[in-house]
């Protein structure tokens, strides 16, 4: 697995830096412009919640490199307060700021594989896009 991109998230400028660069990094994986919009959509929810909840943290992307596939991974990693529950965290319209309570579950639903670690030291979110090799080659976009 080769750490690609790292970018550092506190301004909403930085979100919009990460959602491009994750979009065009799948693009370059071979994952279709519909999956590079799902998977930038998860990414900006990610990072939204860098923000908003532990002021400022990282979101890096990484190729995975399977015998039969490859993944587009992403981890985004905080020293905030930490996520009391995750599990109530991912329900959806659990919020603890008013908003619609989405964006953790959204966020699971777009991508394959989906784990949360969070400690009172901070929250790392690691989630993973498969894309299955065709042997009829790239789909079609
Ligand atoms: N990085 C984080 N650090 C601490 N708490 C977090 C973090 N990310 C999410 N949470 C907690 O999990 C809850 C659910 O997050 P989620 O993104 O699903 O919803 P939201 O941010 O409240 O609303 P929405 O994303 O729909 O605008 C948040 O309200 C917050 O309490
Ligand atoms: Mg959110």
């Not at 039969?68 to 981890?75: A, L």
């Amino acid at each position: 697995m080769t750490n690609d991109i790292a970018i550092s998230i506190r301004t909403d400028i930085d979100i919009v830096a990460a959602r491009q660069r994750g979009r065009q990094l799948a693009a370059e994986i071979g994952f279709s412009s519909t999956e590079q919009v799902l998977i930038a959509t998860a990414i900006s929810e990610i990072a939204r919640n860098l923000i908003n909840y532990a002021i400022r943290g990282q979101v890096s992307f990484n190729k995975v490199q399977q015998p039969e596939k490859q993944g587009f991974r992403v981890i985004a990693e905080d020293q905030g307060p930490g996520i009391v529950d995750t599990n109530q965290a991912l329900q959806d319209g659990y919020s603890t700021s008013n908003g619609l309570g989405l964006g953790l579950p959204g966020a699971k639903r777009l991508m394959d594989d989906f784990e949360i670690v969070s400690t009172t030291q901070g929250t790392t979110v690691t989630m993973t896009k498969w894309r299955q090799e065709s042997k009829f080659g790239s789909r079609p976009n």
